[in-house]
């Protein structure tokens, strides 16, 4: 069904700003209290949920 009224600009691209890019979300590491991206294992100690996921190496 067609639409019975023309939907002016500004309507529009209101409507599509919504639609943006929005930006990750940033957590602290229980572990080691290294911020995060949300849902990830932390890059630093390598835990995940409480658990250690990956073998992280120590550099000096």
Not at 17 to 25: D, L, Q, T, V
Not at 46 to 50: K, L, M, Q, W
């Given at each position: 069904m067609p639409p019975k009224k023309k939907h002016s600009k500004r309507r529009q691209r209101n409507k599509n700003?919504?639609?943006?890019?929005?930006?990750?979300?940033?957590a602290q590491c229980k572990q080691c209290n290294a911020y995060i991206q949300g849902h990830r294992a932390c890059s630093e100690c390598?835990?995940?949920?409480?658990r250690q996921v990956t073998s992280v190496e120590q550099s000096e």
């Open positions: 700003a919504n639609a943006g890019i929005k930006a990750p979300s940033i390598g835990y995940y949920n409480g």
